[in-house]
């Protein structure tokens, strides 16, 4: 079975500074590796995985997480952040050839302005 | 395209009562899964259907909980008889196609809340 472990539950940052997010993943079997964002009101949005190919993946709106199979990690950075980001985080794993995403508890960033 | 919607956003109900939940997928979407947040705990999945057949029921927390999908479109959920633990959010997602990596969409969620 595969579990996540999000260690912080709450972020907070000033605008403008960098932060990451941590995720460490337990599994036996190979993995796809994702962060969930969700919003104020709103569903949750993918917002990068991580399939196969290069460790350092990036979103559009300028986050990045990399892949590290010996530390079992995938944290997520920025290295600015904005009021905007404000949001709940999610790291999710599922099982190469499975479906159902297997999530962490989740982290809140707050932004102080 | 219309997102994954879901209704009704908020429930509250009474401990012995019956709710049904429901979720309509992105058109086209042969993927349906529902997912369940208690409070303050991760996001748990429940089921996943391909078209109109449980492909995963392995989350389902017992025999309370009943899924459909009849037609291969919107799914429904029913908790019959709701108990106090059965409080959280309630998310539906869809994909496209059955494979893995391939990213689900949500909904807003249902918020249920058992008194």
């Known amino acids: 079975a595969q579990s996540v472990t999000q260690l912080d539950s709450q972020v907070p940052v000033f605008e403008e500074a960098p932060v990451e997010l941590r995720c460490n993943y337990s599994s036996s079997v190979s993995v796809y590796l994702f962060w969930y964002v969700q919003y104020p009101n709103q569903g949750l949005q993918l917002l990068l995985k991580?399939?196969?190919?290069?460790?350092l993946v990036e979103s559009i709106n300028g986050f990045e997480a990399e892949f590290n199979k010996s530390q079992t990690s995938f944290h997520l950075r920025k290295p600015s952040v904005h009021i905007s980001d404000t949001a709940e985080y999610f790291c999710a794993v599922s099982k190469q050839g499975a479906q159902k995403l297997v999530f962490g508890q989740g982290t809140r960033l707050t932004i102080n302005p | 395209e219309a997102g994954v919607t879901q209704f009704p956003s908020h429930s509250v109900i009474e401990k012995g009562q019956t709710v049904t939940l429901r979720c309509d997928p992105i058109?086209?979407?042969?993927?349906l899964y529902w997912y369940r947040r208690v409070m303050g705990k991760e996001i748990k999945f429940l089921l996943h259907?391909?078209?109109?057949?449980?492909?995963?029921e392995s989350g389902m927390p017992n025999n309370r909980f009943l899924a459909e999908r009849t037609g291969g479109t919107y799914s429904t959920l029913k908790v019959q008889p709701a108990e106090l633990e059965d409080s959280g959010v309630y998310f539906c997602?869809?994909?496209?196609?059955?494979?893995?990596?391939?990213?689900?969409?949500f909904g807003p969620g249902t918020r249920l809340l058992v008194l």
């Open positions: 058109s086209g979407h042969d993927n």
């Open positions: 997602a869809s994909s496209q196609d059955r494979l893995a990596g391939e990213t689900q969409y």
């Open positions: 259907f391909v078209k109109e057949s449980k492909q995963d």
């Open positions: 991580y399939l196969s190919g290069s460790t």
